[in-house]
């Protein structure tokens, strides 16, 4: 088994307890993106937590079809709940993301890179940006692999918002270092 983990910080910058006020957020898009952030650090099981981003993503999907996304945020805080599906959905953060830079969230280049990345790697792809890390739960090494590491520059990761490669490879360190063997 392996937890993959993505790279997402520029949310923090977005997604504070008042952002949805803040940024004009529509209501029921937000608490969907709390809802899966909070899953992201409970302890419930990995089919639990499928079950119930899946849910999340039908909801949330439900609400796209009635245009019910008008702020760059909306589509930002789309884009993170469809990342964490599968397939089209991964395609569909993607696009979400894209919407989201396009409407002027400079913050969610990240984001673009990121679901790009994942859906690469969810393809059977190598990511480009290398913003996916693979945590083996039977204590084989952090990785990235599969990563195209020498299609971009430093330059071109660093205009999206990704660290670069030594900045990555001091991530995996960490992830490595900070890794708990499971029980």
């Not at 992201?40 to 849910?55: F, L």
């Amino acid at each position: 088994m392996i937890r993959m983990i993505g790279l997402v910080a520029a949310l923090a910058l977005v997604a504070g307890p008042a952002a949805a006020q803040d940024h004009g957020a529509n209501p029921e898009v937000f608490a969907l993106f709390q809802a899966d952030q909070a899953a992201r650090g409970a302890t419930t099981d990995r089919v639990s937590r499928q079950e119930a981003d899946a849910a999340r993503r039908q909801q949330l999907r439900a609400l796209i079809d009635r245009g019910a996304l008008v702020t760059a945020d909306d589509y930002l805080f789309a884009s993170v709940v469809f990342q964490h599906g599968f397939g089209d959905d991964i395609l569909l953060a993607h696009a979400l993301a894209t919407a989201a830079l396009a409407r002027g969230k400079a913050e969610a280049a990240v984001m673009v890179a990121s679901t790009l990345d994942r859906y690469l790697m969810d393809q059977g792809r190598p990511q480009i940006y290398g913003t996916q890390f693979m945590i083996p739960f039977n204590g084989q090494p952090v990785t990235q692999a599969p990563y195209k590491s020498d299609l971009l520059t430093d330059d071109m990761r660093r205009a999206v918002g990704v660290s670069s490669l030594a900045e990555q490879d001091d991530q995996r360190r960490a992830y490595e270092a900070g890794r708990q063997t499971p029980k």
